[in-house]
């Protein structure tokens, strides 16, 4: 007789992150007792994880829980859960774009959704966000194909292309694309001073700043800005006023403890060559809309996060704000937002319009790629059930 317990799960590179998936029935129904066998099952908290499925950075301890739709408009339900590295807390505020994207493959390869050849549409009730995802799955052989012709910065060859449609993501966490109602708004910000910034939700909410009002380029690699502890403490202060100011939080100075996973950071800078700091190619002016390094959960990211890059590509096509006015004209007028980050450059397609003297996101458009890595068991101590 075994002093574990076993819990089947599969594993799902989604995108730039890699999640663990279990069917909602897998895991246990008290919300308490769940979230310490995904902490064991991660093996957190430990910064090397080494005693559980985790990858010991935050692309790579995410969860995914699948079960059957909650709303007659939609195929399945999908909670998405950020599991901590540092301290024993599983995070299921907002959304996470990758992971969003091995939602539809999971659900075609274990038979929740009938599988239609050469693309089957899965629409994704988000739970997090209460927001419906609309996925374009490539089929094979009845089952989410994983080769193909696309290719993504951030991931070694190519995989069959999964188009996800976030479209009805404006206001995930606030119930506005414009939280604050204004396409920018001045904070004061304490040791700082006034900073203009741009506050979008769209997927999850991002706190935008000019990268030269920071003291930055935009041409910044992840090491060097994580390095930088007067630059991250300055982005955190400013982010706390955004989630302030957004409504997010009540108290700014306990934005850290309160909700350290929106909104996201990003500072941006205009269109300028720079170098992918992983394969040393040159990134030409003319390849980007703008370039943009983004933080999540006080890091910086090594490429970039995929609800973020919803949100970023919102902004771009929202009149006046930041992301905006920096944007290549090109994009402004095609919707074809480029985004210059460390590890290369990640398109999207959005569109924003006016109706009812408020900005309306009608197309943000996410090409990924996605595939099952491993299917089997986990094993999680008896004892950890037991509450030991």
């Known amino acids: 007789m075994s002093d574990q317990e076993r819990f089947r799960c599969s594993i799902y590179r989604g995108g730039t992150s ?4 279990f069917m909602e ?5 008290d919300l308490n007792l769940r979230e310490k066998v995904l902490l064991a099952a991660y093996g957190s908290p430990d910064i090397r994880q080494i005693d559980g499925l985790g990858g010991s950075d935050i692309t790579t301890s995410k969860v995914a829980i699948i079960g059957p739709p909650s709303r007659d408009d939609a195929d399945v339900d999908y909670t998405f859960g950020q599991v901590l590295i540092d301290r024993p807390e599983v995070l299921f505020h907002g959304n996470c774009g990758n992971i969003s994207s091995a939602v539809g493959p999971f659900a075609i390869d274990e038979g929740l959704v009938r599988p239609k050849e050469p693309v089957t549409t899965v629409r994704i009730h988000n739970t997090n966000t209460q927001k419906i995802l609309v996925a374009e799955i490539p089929v094979f052989e009845g089952k989410a194909a994983s080769e193909g012709d696309c290719r993504i910065p951030g991931v070694p060859g190519t995989g069959a292309m999964i188009a996800i449609d976030f479209a009805d993501s404006a206001g995930s966490a606030t119930g506005k694309l414009l939280p604050t109602g204004n396409v920018t708004d001045v904070l004061d910000v304490e040791g700082i001073g006034k900073i203009t910034v741009s506050i979008v939700d769209a997927a999850n909410p991002v706190v935008f700043v000019l990268a030269n009002d920071i003291g930055a380029t935009g041409t910044e690699y992840r090491e060097q800005i994580n390095a930088n502890k007067d630059l991250m403490d300055e982005i955190e202060k400013i982010r706390g006023a955004g989630a302030e100011a957004a409504g997010i939080v009540r108290d700014r100075k306990k934005a850290l403890i309160d909700s350290p996973v929106i909104p996201q950071f990003a500072f941006i800078a205009p269109p300028q060559e720079y170098m992918d700091y992983a394969s040393g190619k040159t990134i030409k002016k003319e390849e980007v809309s703008f ?5 999540f959960t006080q890091m910086a990211v090594e490429s970039y996060t995929g609800t973020g890059s919803v949100c970023t590509c919102a902004a771009a ?12 004209q090109e994009t402004r007028e095609t919707g074809i937002v480029r985004i210059g980050h460390p590890r290369g450059v990640m398109e999207l397609e959005a569109w924003v319009e006016r109706e009812n003297n408020e900005w309306k996101l009608k197309k943000a458009l996410m090409r990924r790629t996605a595939r099952r890595l491993m299917e089997g ?12």
């Open 317 to 328: 096509m929202t009149p006046g704000t930041l992301v905006n006015q920096v944007a290549s």
């Open 18 to 21: 890699k999640a663990v998936f």
């Open 291 to 295: 370039l943009s390094r983004i933080i």
């Open 25 to 29: 029935n897998e895991l246990p129904l």
């Open 377 to 388: 068991y986990v094993y999680v101590k008896k004892s950890v059930l037991r509450g030991q």
